[in-house]
């Protein structure tokens, strides 16, 4: 699965900003769907989780909120939609993406995109 992140940029404190991940394969394929962000010299954390079955999603309680995660099965895409943005929101942001399980893979593949990055000015 090749999954490709989009709509990053600068914004500024209290800004509003919609990330998207668009998956190469039908969400079918895929059992579950993260948002994790990255921000300079800190470790790597999980923010949001969408099971592509369907359910609520999940959120860290750092953008509780403030931030919003749907996957439009149509078009094989999750979305963030990321409001009240803050300074400490910077980081890159990367979606990650869990196949259901196949004889190849029993236990389901890990895919990852590149990111895109989220900057906000204070």
């Known amino acids: 699965v090749r999954l490709v992140e989009s709509g990053g940029g600068l914004v500024q404190t209290g800004g509003s900003l919609t990330l998207s991940c668009a998956a190469s394969?039908?969400?079918?394929?895929?059992?579950?769907m993260y948002w994790y962000r990255q921000a300079h010299g800190k470790q790597r954390e999980l923010i949001a989780g969408v099971f592509t079955g369907g359910g609520t999603p999940n959120y860290s309680n750092s953008v509780k909120g403030r931030f919003t995660a749907s996957l439009d099965r149509d078009q094989n895409t999750m979305y963030l939609q990321m409001n009240s943005l803050k300074p400490e929101d910077t980081a890159m942001y990367s979606c990650?993406?869990?196949?259901?399980?196949?004889?190849?893979?029993?236990?389901?593949?890990?895919?990852w995109g590149e990111g895109t990055m989220v900057t906000v000015s204070s």
């Open positions: 394969r039908s969400t079918s394929s895929i059992r579950s």
């Open positions: 990650n993406a869990h196949t259901v399980a196949t004889p190849d893979a029993p236990y389901g593949k890990d895919y």
